[in-house]
């Protein structure tokens, strides 16, 4: 169905930009996109496991449509330079419709006890207007267990690097200290039976302005985004929440256009597991998206799929997945879309290495000429 999603929404598209306003989020060329994220977290498991090692890599990566890939990449490693000297890299690649990542950190850091580090933070990306410098503060021992604050300035050095530059049209400096700056945390936590992670960026309004008199363009905005992901066991039993959010404010004036956009979204996912027979583990995910965009028009979307995901472990090192999926779509353009999906899954863990396959097929029936729809894979190595 995927192949005739894109075709509705080409057309639906051209149809409204030619005889009136219509309001769409890049994520719409995929319908079935609440289904490919339920896909792409990583297992709990994993979780773990990566959080164990100071050195690692980890990457989940599949189709989203006829044009775009989900690719999420982490890499890290650390290594001490001396007794109270050290550097951490660190990069991040996220390919996902309208969130893109793609920085190197670079981070040096001082030991000032065993539980504490003083970083400095210099990021770099392919687009300069995106590189970071700031410090950051941890506390903690390895990634299991730990917390760290980060002050970030993106674009920090602008206004310098075109202080030669004529003022004019042209010429777009920040105004005064109204740099984009972030406050970055991250706080991990695993217990026995239980894990808590929580990621929050927070940036201040940054206002960019040209310099001609008097100024003909002016640019403010903001991001905040934030992960939030929790589970504990309880009996025979494992209750579990998911939670990804981003609230964004862009606006844009000049001589010829004024955009003032406003974008709220968010993608809440409950998670239900029975562990009374560790060889059969039945899953069941429930995900909500809600989604609105502010500007000339109104958007909103609601979403609700759920994932039943059934865990067989044979023994070795083989782990086989079966499930289904199913999603309810509805925008306020008109559009009600239901999909439906069968799946098949194998993980295969070799020392360090582990690796995971799911192949998504059609599960609407009649079915299209082939029963493939999506495929996803994992790949995470410790070292």
């Known amino acids: 169905m995927i192949r005739c999603n894109i075709l509705y929404f080409l057309l639906f598209f051209i149809f409204h930009h030619n005889h009136g306003s219509y309001a769409y989020a890049p994520e719409d060329s995929n319908y079935q996109y609440l289904l490919d994220k339920q896909l792409s977290h990583y297992f709990q498991n994993w979780e773990i496991v990566f959080d164990s090692t100071r050195n690692g890599m980890r990457t989940s990566q599949g189709c989203l449509d ?14 001490y330079l001396s007794k109270i000297l050290g550097i951490r890299y660190q990069n991040r690649y996220l390919g996902d419709y309208d969130n893109h990542i793609s920085n190197h950190y670079f981070q040096p850091f001082f030991q000032l006890s065993g539980n504490e580090r003083l970083f400095l933070s210099i990021t770099t ?27 970030l300035v993106e674009n920090f050095d602008r206004n310098f690097s075109l202080q030669d530059m004529t003022n004019g049209r042209q010429k777009v400096i920040y105004k005064g200290l109204n740099y984009p700056i972030k406050l970055k945390t991250i706080i991990n936590r695993n217990w026995s039976k239980g894990r808590l992670r929580l990621e929050i ?29 929790f ?22 004036l000049d001589s010829t256009r004024k955009i003032a956009e406003n974008i709220f979204d968010g993608m ?61 779509y509805q925008n306020n353009q008109g559009v009600k879309i239901k999909e439906r999906r069968i799946n098949v899954g194998l993980e295969y863990h070799y020392k360090n290495l582990w690796f995971y396959l799911v192949e998504a097929m059609e599960g609407d029936f009649p079915t ?16």
């Not at 590189?131 to 299991?144: F, N, R, S, T």
């Not at 066991?233 to 606006?251: C, P, Q, V």
């Not at 583990?281 to 979307?301: E, I, Q």
């Open 268 to 328: 809440p996912e409950l998670q239900i597991t029975y562990l009374k027979n560790h060889r059969w583990l039945p899953n069941l995910y429930l995900t909500y998206n809600y989604k609105t965009v502010s500007d000339s028009v109104f958007y909103k979307r609601n979403v609700f799929a759920y994932l039943i995901d059934i865990v067989y472990k044979p023994g070795g090192n083989f782990i086989w997945h079966f499930g289904t999926q199913r999603n309810f």
């Open 201 to 229: 960026e927070l940036a201040r309004k940054y206002i960019m302005e040209s310099t001609d008199e008097p100024s003909t363009f002016r640019e403010a905005g903001y991001r905040h985004t934030g992960f939030f992901r």
């Open 66 to 79: 006829l044009l775009n890939w989900y690719i999420n990449l982490e890499l890290r490693y650390e290594a």
């Open 125 to 151: 990306h392919y687009y300069k207007g995106k590189d970071e410098i700031g410090i950051g503060y941890y506390h903690g021992k390895g990634y299991l267990n730990f917390s760290e604050i980060f002050l």
């Open 368 to 383: 299209p000429k082939y029963l493939h729809n999506h495929t996803y894979v994992q790949l995470m190595l410790c070292f």
């Open 231 to 252: 589970w504990q066991d309880a009996g025979n039993f494992r209750f579990g929440f998911l939670n990804e959010f981003k609230i964004s404010y862009l606006e844009i």
